[in-house]
């Protein structure tokens, strides 16, 4: 599995960005594919998940209303739009892949089994 993370840059506050996340080497029907984000000094934390056959989707309470996950099947493609972007959002992104599981926490990094390089995201306020 190959993830290629891209999309991200410096914009002003209440601007917004697109984030894509590209995912090759598999089938990825029954798995769920997840950003996170980790600001300098701070943890991997989550962002927003969705599930590739359903799409469900999953989102932090500091995202919620602000970014919207998506995926486009015959792209193999998920997206992050982020919205009214807030320099608390400062931090490099990643995109992660998981197989869906009953005993998988899609809010955890480390339940996640690939990833994505990361993409710097700034946003000045």
């Known amino acids: 599995v190959q993830l290629q993370a891209s999309g991200g840059g410096l914009v002003q506050a209440g601007g917004s960005l697109r984030l894509s996340c590209a995912a090759s080497?598999?089938?990825?029907?029954?798995?769920?594919m997840g950003w996170f984000r980790q600001a300098p000094g701070k943890e991997r934390e989550f962002v927003a998940a969705?599930?590739?056959?359903?799409?469900?989707?999953y989102y932090a309470d500091s995202v919620k209303g602000r970014f919207t996950i998506s995926r486009d099947n015959a792209k193999n493609t998920v997206y992050v739009q982020m919205n009214s972007l807030k320099p608390e959002d400062t931090a490099v992104y990643y995109c992660?892949?998981?197989?869906?599981?009953?005993?998988?926490?899609?809010?955890?990094?480390?339940?996640?089994?690939?990833w994505g390089q990361g993409t710097q995201v700034t946003v000045s306020s």
């Open positions: 080497g598999h089938t990825f029907s029954g798995y769920v």
């Open positions: 969705i599930s590739w056959s359903r799409g469900t989707t």
């Open positions: 992660a892949a998981t197989r869906f599981g009953l005993s998988v926490n899609v809010l955890r990094a480390a339940d996640y089994d690939h």
